[in-house]
């Protein structure tokens, strides 16, 4: 069994993980720290496990073998180093952490202890990403010229999002690091590492992180990618564009549905059944500590995730493209 200690429920998705937690069989969750004493209290009250005040004295127990980090973003590296150095395996909420620097930071300590780190980047693994990387990959779309990505909720309107959400010294930013991970990490995947990032984030609800935000990757044959993502918009559906030189696949338009036309093909709109997911991310951290294997693609899009997130806050304040191979 794989004794789990939970470093912090500042996250919104830490619940689920800890559910997560509680489904695999493999897995119990046995202790709590958080950063936030009555928030942590009243979480391992929730479920029947001890707090600790102290991360130290937590990460000190030799029966705890992981730990789940959902703690807010600006301490990632702190408490992650920490974890390793501990001998604790980690899961953890993206993004790894703000800069490149500090993920470095991380990898090496995850390196030197021989634990087994593992990202949650949900949906790299959904259905419909395997259908897309097979188009990709059988080269149907013909030249990939241009991806686009979005995903936005009404969070920042309606208010049902955490105040600390909008905390820039906590968060890093606003929605395009929270939700707009997610099309980051899917354009990188069907496009890969582009030459340069170039962002533009908005403000309509006047906070101190962007609740509006698009970032373009662009690429040294001529292929673009856009990302969008938002708190500031209602009934914006998930939607997935891939275009070619031989086709275009979309998803989502309104309804999370596959559809093709590709010169090869019949000529005309196909609609596709979404492939099986692969397992998530925390099943497949739980099997890697099991297994005594690596993670090594889920870090590496880890990795490059924040990358592009660290080039598209620089584009900002900078007001120009960065370039990736400017970064640290």
């Known amino acids: 069994m794989i004794r789990i200690g939970k470093i912090s429920y500042w996250h919104v998705h830490a619940d689920e993980y800890t559910q997560q937690a509680i489904d695999n069989p493999s897995t119990e969750l046995v202790a709590i720290w958080d950063e936030k004493s009555e928030r942590g209290q009243a979480k391992a009250l929730q479920y029947g496990v001890?707090?600790?005040?102290?991360?130290?004295?937590?990460?000190?127990?030799?029966?705890?073998?992981?730990?789940?980090?959902?703690?807010?973003?600006?301490?990632?590296?702190?408490?992650?180093?920490?974890?390793?150095?501990?001998?604790?395996?980690?899961?953890?909420?993206k993004v790894v952490a703000p800069t490149n620097k500090e993920v470095q930071e991380i990898l090496a300590a995850v390196r030197e202890s021989g634990v087994k780190l593992t990202v949650s980047l949900p949906r790299l693994y959904a259905g419909y990403t395997q259908t897309i990387e097979k188009f990709v990959r059988d080269g149907s779309l013909g030249k990939l010229t241009l991806a686009r990505v979005r995903l936005s909720h009404n969070g920042g309107v309606a208010n049902w999002l955490p105040d600390h959400f909008y905390s820039k010294e906590q968060c890093g930013g606003g929605a395009l690091i929270d939700l707009g991970c997610h099309p980051m990490y899917l354009v990188?995947?069907?496009?890969?590492?582009?030459?340069?990032?170039?962002?533009?984030?908005?403000?309509?609800?006047?906070?101190?992180?962007?609740?509006?935000?698009?970032?373009?990757?662009?690429?040294?044959?001529?292929?673009?990618?856009?990302?969008?993502?938002?708190?500031?918009?209602?009934?914006?559906?998930?939607?997935?564009?891939?275009?070619?030189?031989?086709?275009?696949?979309?998803?989502?338009?309104?309804?999370?549905?596959?559809?093709?036309?590709?010169?090869?093909?019949?000529?005309?709109?196909?609609?596709?059944?979404?492939?099986?997911?692969?397992?998530?991310?925390?099943?497949?951290?739980?099997?890697?500590?099991?297994?005594?294997?690596?993670?090594?693609?889920?870090?590496?899009?880890?990795?490059?995730?924040?990358?592009?997130?660290?080039?598209?806050?620089?584009?900002?304040?900078?007001?120009?493209?960065?370039?990736?191979?400017?970064?640290?």
């Not at 004295?57 to 501990?86: F, Q, S």
């Not at 690596?294 to 007001?319: C, F, K, P, Q, Y």
């Open 50 to 93: 001890p707090y600790y005040s102290s991360l130290d004295e937590m990460l000190a127990r030799d029966d705890i073998d992981a730990v789940i980090v959902d703690a807010p973003t600006n301490i990632h590296c702190e408490v992650m180093v920490k974890a390793a150095r501990a001998g604790k395996h980690i899961f953890t909420e």
């Open 188 to 328: 990188r995947r069907f496009l890969g590492m582009p030459e340069s990032v170039s962002a533009n984030f908005g403000y309509v609800t006047g906070r101190e992180v962007e609740d509006n935000a698009v970032s373009v990757l662009r690429y040294s044959e001529g292929a673009l990618g856009i990302v969008e993502a938002g708190f500031v918009n209602s009934h914006s559906p998930f939607s997935i564009e891939l275009h070619g030189t031989e086709g275009t696949l979309l998803f989502g338009f309104p309804e999370e549905v596959l559809r093709v036309r590709t010169n090869s093909g019949s000529g005309k709109w196909e609609t596709l059944e979404a492939d099986e997911p692969l397992p998530i991310a925390f099943d497949q951290w739980a099997e890697h500590i099991r297994d005594d294997s690596e993670a090594t693609d889920n870090i590496g899009m880890a990795v490059d995730l924040t990358r592009l997130m660290e080039a598209s806050t620089r584009s900002v304040a900078e007001g120009r493209p960065i370039r990736i191979d400017e970064l640290a």
